[in-house]
């Protein structure tokens, strides 16, 4: 279940610090993953910062060179 996944509880965590300490719903999170990261999970985390209030989100990639 994608709820038991280890990672949201820490990541809504630190979604409430960013917003107790920006007080601004528009800040930018940026969402770096491994390309090896399964992407539903990567999917959950963003669904995980949007229900947190954030809807600018931006994910960052490397380019091969």
Same mark, same amino acid.
């Given at each position: 279940?994608?709820?038991d996944w280890?990672?949201? %509880?820490?990541?809504? /965590?630190? /979604?409430?610090?960013?917003?107790?300490?920006?007080? =601004?719903?528009?800040?930018?999170?940026? /969402?770096?993953?491994?390309?090896?990261?399964?992407?539903?999970?990567?999917?959950?985390?963003?669904?995980?910062?949007?229900l947190a209030?954030?809807? =600018? %989100?931006?994910?960052?990639?490397?380019?091969?060179?």
């Open positions: 279940d994608e709820n280890n990672g949201t %509880v820490s990541i809504q /965590l630190r /979604l409430r610090d960013i917003k107790n300490k920006n007080n =601004k719903l528009n800040t930018k999170i940026h /969402l770096k993953a491994d390309k090896n990261l399964d992407y539903g999970r990567v999917m959950h985390v963003v669904k995980t910062i949007n209030g954030f809807y =600018k %989100v931006v994910l960052v990639t490397e380019l091969n060179q």
